[in-house]
């Protein structure tokens, strides 16, 4: 039984660890399918993971490219609707005044479009002899935090690099954020070594839950994904965790166990505010 006025301490959350080709309409068509099977499993929040409806790659980003709304988006709003789920759209690469972005839009139970984040940090790496990666050779950064709420938790969102940067989580958690979802495709050099452990990491040190939606692994894609979808409670502990396969991940999420966890170990109350801040310069 739910309490008038009280939040619902339970709840599903699924990921579609979905195996992306470069026919953009089967991926939509694909994507569609397996979040109704998500949503059949009693799924309440769900979401896709990056770059769902394209391949990896800066030569691919302006091809696949769409306003938004646009056809993809079009497609996930209509699905939200029909099963009446908050529908997390991992993300796309968006066509906006010229420039590129790779960004995520949220769809409610009714279709709306509740918000859209653009990927803050642009994944530009190089580890000699493994991989070299410039996403900023195409793609702009966003410039703006993203959360939105349910009736469950309010929800922070990332892109994939962006789970590097602690700061970020720390901006949600003060926002309220009990959950944070990442988007995200690490691939063969960095999934198996910080995949995990960046989630672990910002799952403990701000006492939320984090989910992770990574592509299926195609071996012959020209940037491979780790795979590995994932959701760490706020404990630390993976709840659940995808091989390499397409698949629906799933796991219940409970608020009620997160309060326990900050009445246990109250680090918010107990942190040095007199000595440091982690501060937001934008709304």
């Not at 709306?112 to 900023?136: A, N, W």
């Not at 195409?138 to 410039?143: Q, R, Y």
């Not at 993976?238 to 608020?255: F, K, P, Q, R, Y």
């Amino acid at each position: 039984m739910v309490l008038p006025g009280r939040a619902m301490a339970t709840f599903r959350l699924a990921l579609i660890q979905l195996q992306v080709s470069s026919i953009k309409s089967d991926n939509l068509t694909r994507a569609c399918g397996l979040i109704r099977e998500a949503a059949t499993q009693g799924a309440k929040i769900v979401s896709l993971p990056e770059c769902f409806n394209s391949p990896y790659g800066t030569k691919y980003f302006p091809e696949y490219a769409e306003k938004i709304p646009g056809e993809s988006t079009q497609k996930l709003s209509e699905v939200a609707k029909e099963c009446g789920i908050y529908l997390i759209g991992g993300s796309i690469p968006e066509e906006d005044a010229g420039k590129l972005y790779n960004t995520c839009a949220v769809f409610g139970p009714d279709g709306t479009l509740l918000v859209k984040y653009r990927k803050l940090h642009l994944f530009d790496i190089d580890v000699p002899g493994k991989i070299t990666f410039q996403e900023s050779k195409t793609l702009s950064p966003g410039d703006s935090f993203s959360t939105f709420d349910t009736p469950y938790c309010r929800v922070g969102l990332g892109i994939c690099y962006d789970l590097r940067f602690a700061e970020l989580a720390q901006i949600y958690a003060q926002r309220g954020c009990q959950l944070l979802v990442y988007p995200g495709a690490f691939n063969m050099t960095t999934g198996p070594a910080h995949w995990e452990l960046l989630q672990r990491g910002r799952a403990v040190d701000n006492q939320v839950y984090v989910a992770t939606a990574s592509p299926a692994r195609d071996d012959q894609a020209s940037y491979v994904a780790w795979g590995h979808s994932t959701i760490v409670s706020p404990w630390g502990d993976v709840l659940a965790e995808a091989g390499t396969e397409e698949t629906v991940l799933c796991s219940d999420i409970d608020l009620k166990k997160l309060a326990e966890i900050r009445q246990q170990i109250p680090i918010f109350s107990q942190k040095r505010s007199d000595l440091y801040a982690v501060e937001a310069k934008k709304p």
